[in-house]
């Protein structure tokens, strides 16, 4: 089966709707590992006033990541993700 609808089909909508209701949102687009290559991800992030700070919120796998009981941003995800990478590769 062909997939018709992407993750930025996904990210632009979310960012649409969240800036229609008054939300500061945005979309995070993952680096590639060729210009060519479909590898990538885009990830839309709502700004948390409460937490003062980015979260992300990805419709396309209807998810979220939370550590420590917060709420992550992309950019978060992804240094926990390296840590978690480095510390498995030094156990192996």
């Excluded at 995070?28 to 991800?41: I, K, Y």
Aim: one cysteine or more; aromatic letters at 10%; charged letters at 25%.
């Amino acid at each position: 089966v062909k997939r018709s609808i992407y993750c930025v089909h996904y990210a632009v909508a979310f960012v649409q709707f969240a800036t229609t209701i008054g939300l500061e949102s945005r979309v995070v687009v993952s680096e590639l590992t060729h210009p060519t290559a479909w590898d990538g991800h885009c990830i839309p992030e709502v700004y948390c006033r409460d937490l003062k700070k980015w979260v992300m919120l990805d419709p396309d796998t209807d998810l979220t990541f939370i550590a420590d009981g917060k709420n992550l941003s992309v950019l978060e995800f992804h240094e926990l993700m390296h840590v978690l990478y480095v510390n498995k590769k030094k156990h192996h």
